[in-house]
């Protein structure tokens, strides 16, 4: 069992930089892939990123360049830092954990998401 704890989001302006953690509970943290999804208002959720156990990484390619994942076993935490973010970018972002890959059906946890607004 995993909990998972989103943080970092807020208001940025067009152009500015977020950095979103997710704080994971467990001892088993470090053999999950974790990943970023999104879901903006009135559309699907969508991958963002993801990053295997033992740091491979892969990106949906319009992030790529702009976002990044990286994780620290250590702490049990996993973040998404995002750069010149743009209006599109306004979501709620989720964190999930469980196998490698672009599908949200890969990943058996989730947390709660957290709010990210982008002003032009």
């Known amino acids: 069992q995993v909990q998972l704890v989103e943080s970092g989001g807020g208001l940025v302006q067009a152009g500015g930089s977020l950095r979103l953690s997710c704080a994971a509970s467990g001892r088993t943290f470090s053999s999950y892939s974790m990943a970023w999804f999104r879901q903006a208002p009135g559309k699907e959720r969508e991958f963002v990123a993801a990053?295997?156990?033992?740091?491979?990484?892969g990106y949906t390619d319009s992030m790529k360049g702009r976002f990044t994942i990286s994780r620290d076993n250590a702490k049990n935490t996993v973040y998404l830092q995002m750069n010149t973010m743009k209006p599109e970018d306004t979501a709620v972002y989720y964190c999930?954990?469980?196998?490698?890959?672009?599908?949200?059906?890969?990943?058996?946890?989730w947390g709660q998401g957290t709010q990210v607004t982008v002003s032009s």
């Open positions: 990053i295997s156990w033992s740091g491979v990484t």
């Open positions: 999930a954990a469980g196998t490698y890959s672009n599908s949200q059906r890969s990943y058996a946890y």
